[in-house]
């Protein structure tokens, strides 16, 4: 009947650590003992379904495990926030180097669709964050270690007069936001200056391309992609939208609409190598169809600049 | 309220009241399953797979002694406050009694309104 007192003890031992085992097993056993020998002194001698009962009510080896040794968590509470923030700022760079990256595959590869392309990002941005998931995880874990043994008053010097003045629930800028525009900022300078980083046998390549007009007057107005970066830069810095970031954020987006329209009434705008895709593709479809979709893309900056209008007057 | 809420509620007003009412009981040395008759005999119930990993987590943290001994053909660990113990009692103590008589005085307006 003890042999059940022993795998009791045995399974709460099981789920403690190494260092701990022994001397809670002893206690343990000593403390089960006691409590049958008082029901033994009560009732007579105890049948096995007797001690089955002391135990149940001693409750689940795990849960009595736990409660001697409550699990510790990976990372401390403490440092949660800027581990969150952390991951994110470190997942989000990934994205955007993975999309840098592959859109130079893309340009340069001739059997490469978008299907494949938004694929091989995916694909790529997954086997990156699991790295740098794992990194990050490990360094906080490490600093958890640490502060265990030390006392942390890091939050003890802070005043209520440096907290930032934010009354409505829109000025929080999420970082969702701010790295979908960098990452799309990324794209179109890589769309725009592949050339420069292409070698000539990728340049050689591509089958349809900007015609040299059109190329020339993105690049002349790159600079407002550089332009944007800065502003998302400083967002993610910041991330609380003040007067002068929406009027700025406002400019931009108009900037852009501006562009966009220029580029779709721009002609020609695309050149097609005849040489490698002999009447594959109908030129002046596919200047039509580029037009309707820069005309449309043209819409969501604007659509930003009528949004940044209407909170500018709540500020 | 449902029962699990009101059960999750009163685990949560009793953990702080059992380390105090454990700390008060231990001024005379025991073991683990004489410390909870003493505490059942004064009407405070608490399970086994509580209150024994609740002892050890005081004695680590310096609040009680504690020696093995060997008693009626068993070997016990018992266990009584540490000078550190001691001490923070008698603080525990004084923060409880304020708070007990503010309690009190709030949950006795509460009753009159009720009436």
């Given at each position: 009947?003890?042999?059940?007192?022993?795998?009791?003890?045995?399974?709460?031992?099981?789920?403690?650590?190494?260092?701990?085992?022994?001397?809670?097993?002893?206690?343990?056993?000593?403390?089960?003992?006691?409590?049958?020998?008082?029901?033994?002194?009560?009732?007579?001698?105890?049948s096995e379904a007797d001690i089955g009962e002391v135990l149940k009510r001693m409750g689940h080896p795990g849960r009595v495990a736990r409660q001697f040794v409550p699990p510790q968590p990976l990372i401390a509470i403490h440092y949660m926030p800027v581990y969150q923030h952390t991951l994110f700022l470190v997942l989000g760079l990934l994205f955007l180097l993975q999309v840098v990256q592959t859109a130079l595959a893309?340009?340069?590869?001739?059997?490469?669709?978008?299907?494949?392309?938004?694929?091989?990002?995916?694909?790529?941005?997954?086997?990156?964050?699991?790295?740098?998931?794992?990194?990050?995880?490990?360094?906080?874990?490490l600093m958890s270690r640490q502060m265990h043994e030390q006392n942390d008053d890091s939050d003890a010097n802070w005043q209520p007069q440096q907290l930032p003045d934010a009354s409505q629930g829109w000025q929080v800028i999420s970082r969702q936001d701010i790295f979908?525009?960098?990452?799309?900022?990324?794209?179109?300078?890589?769309?725009?200056?592949?050339?420069?980083?292409?070698?000539?046998?990728?340049?050689?390549?591509v089958r349809i391309a900007l015609?040299?007009?059109?190329?020339?007057?993105?690049?002349?107005?790159?600079?407002?992609?550089?332009?944007?970066?800065?502003?998302?830069?400083w967002q993610l810095r910041r991330r609380l939208w003040s007067r002068r970031m929406l009027l700025g954020n406002i400019v931009l987006n108009l900037s852009f609409v501006i562009v966009i329209l220029?580029?779709?009434?721009?002609?020609?705008?695309?050149?097609?190598?005849?040489?490698?895709?002999?009447?594959?593709?109908?030129?002046?479809?596919?200047?039509?169809?580029?037009?309707?979709?820069?005309?449309?893309i043209a819409l969501f900056p604007l659509w930003e600049a009528g949004r940044d209008l209407l909170r500018l007057r709540q500020v | 309220m449902t029962t699990s809420s009101l059960e999750k509620m009163r685990l949560e007003l009793r953990r702080g009241v059992l380390v105090l009412a454990v700390l008060a009981s231990l001024t005379q040395p025991h073991y683990g399953y004489s410390l909870r008759k003493q505490l059942l005999a004064r009407g405070i119930d608490i399970?086994?797979?509580?209150?024994?990993?609740?002892?050890?987590?005081?004695?680590?943290?310096?609040?009680?002694?504690?020696?093995?001994?060997?008693a009626e053909g068993r070997e016990r660990r018992y266990y009584q406050l540490s000078d550190k113990g001691t001490e923070l009692l008698m603080q525990l103590t004084d923060e409880w009694q304020v708070l007990n008589a503010a309690l009190g005085h709030i949950l006795g307006g509460v009753a009159e309104e009720a009436t």
């Open positions: 009947m003890m042999d059940l007192v022993a795998r009791y003890v045995a399974a709460v031992q099981r789920e403690l650590p190494e260092s701990k085992r022994e001397e809670i097993g002893r206690e343990l056993r000593a403390n089960i003992m006691d409590q049958l020998d008082a029901l033994t002194d009560q009732q007579g001698a105890l893309w340009m340069s590869s001739s059997d490469m669709g978008i299907i494949a392309y938004l694929f091989a990002v995916a694909r790529g941005f997954i086997e990156d964050s699991l790295f740098g998931f794992a990194v990050i995880t490990l360094i906080f874990y979908s525009d960098l990452a799309t900022y990324l794209f179109l300078l890589v769309v725009i200056w592949y050339p420069a980083v292409m070698t000539v046998d990728q340049t050689d390549s015609s040299d007009h059109a190329h020339q007057f993105l690049r002349w107005v790159s600079p407002l992609m550089v332009l944007g970066i800065v502003a998302s830069v220029m580029l779709a009434v721009f002609t020609p705008l695309l050149i097609l190598d005849q040489v490698q895709s002999p009447g594959v593709y109908d030129l002046a479809l596919l200047e039509h169809s580029a037009q309707v979709t820069l005309i449309i | 399970d086994e797979g509580t209150l024994y990993p609740l002892i050890r987590r005081l004695a680590e943290q310096d609040l009680l002694d504690s020696e093995w001994q060997q």
